[in-house]
């Protein structure tokens, strides 16, 4: 029987130790953190996304499709809270009309029910919602990611679970394979998986690789709809995408719970792991200033760094871009909640890797650039993984 080690326990990691151990294989799960999904999983929007953005025939716009259906038939298997509510993407001014239908196109080449209607039409789902158009996608929805992580772990009972164990070290194997030191003992297995997430990159280059893009991680900050304002929202309103910008913008999400979320704005981390300003590590922002992709990156959009860091200090600014979908949204609903950290994965030309990054070496496969939709498709990307394994 093979062993296969698995360095992260965030949903993919997760994910791909289930993939592997229904395949025959013997799994341990190397999780640094006291918890599972302590990171990106844990700190999410909890959308299940449709495919819909996404470039034909990209890896995200395949697995997307399928993910959405394989997560929510996953979710209702092992009872974790789902709800299939479809989503409004609003176009608010006529120049944004082009983009709508591009966008209707474009779900339409990715296999994504979508379809446009009128402002009376949208207004039938959202009345409080501002359009001269919009695009309904039905299979959008909300799910429990934790609760997915959980019962991924109930799949898991057979391997070998290690929370609070970091990888430290990684060397060649005297008999093949990969050794991987945690400080306490050293785990031997025939080949390793890196899920690592926000530090996927490092764990790479202790690996011996050279990954040929870096992770700089963008925290995403997020409001809540006061209780007696989340009556403006019945389910999930988007924004028309800029496409000449490289994130979403700010938009409303209902969540399971009947909370309405609204965000993420995209700031420079100055920490990895780094959910608030005044999480600072000296080492992560020494690698990230020091990487030209960032400089090469920051010169591309100005402009738009410059909004998201004021957004990020004003709440009258994030209330604002808020009002440009539902007007009657103002300051005083707003109450600020939690932030996440997204690790993108940027090229030394300053390109963002828009789809999902995976690199293998002999024995290995790191997953290193697994951002929003990775934890739709978080099943898909696991088979993809296995079968890269062997």
Known sequence: MRHVAVIGGGILGLAVAREL?????????????????????????????????????SFKARMSVTGNRSIVDFARANDVPVEVCGKLVVATTDAELPGLRAL??????????????????????????????????????????GGICQA??????????????????????????????TG?????????????GLHSDRVARLAGLTPRARIVPFRGEYFTLRPES?????????????????????????MLDGSVHAGPNAVLALRRE??????????????TVRFPGLWRLARRYPRTAVEEVVRSLSRRRFAT??????????REDLVRAHAGVRAQALLPDGTLVQDFLIETAPNQ?????????????CLEIAKHVADQVG
């Open 321 to 330: 871009s808020l009002a440009r979908l539902v007007p009657a949204i103002g």
């Open 184 to 196: 306490t003992d050293v785990v031997r297995a025939d080949a390793l998986v890196n899920c690592a």
């Open 104 to 145: 209707a196109a474009r779900a339409e080449a990715n296999g994504v029910p979508a379809k446009l209607i009128s402002p009376a039409e949208a207004h039938a789902y959202e009345p409080e919602v501002a359009c001269v158009g919009a695009l309904r996608v039905e299979s959008t929805g909300i799910i429990d990611f």
């Open 274 to 287: 780094g959910y608030r300003w005044r999480d600072v590590s000296g080492r992560d922002v020494w690698e």
């Open 365 to 377: 496969v790191h997953v290193l650039n697994a951002p929003s939709p990775a934890a739709t498709c």
């Open 152 to 181: 991924l772990v109930r799949h898991l009972s057979g391997a070998d679970l290690r929370l609070g164990t970091p990888a430290l070290a990684i060397r060649p194997g005297r008999d093949g394979g990969v050794e991987i030191a």
């Open 21 to 57: 151990t229904a395949r025959g294989d013997r799994v341990t799960v190397l999780e640094k953190e006291d918890r599972w999904a302590g990171h990106q999983t844990g700190h999410n929007s909890n959308v299940v996304h449709a495919g819909l953005y996404y470039q034909p025939g």
């Open 230 to 254: 989340a009556h403006l929202v019945r389910g999930l309103i988007y924004p028309v995408p800029d496409p000449t910008l490289p994130f979403l913008g700010v938009h409303l999400t209902r």
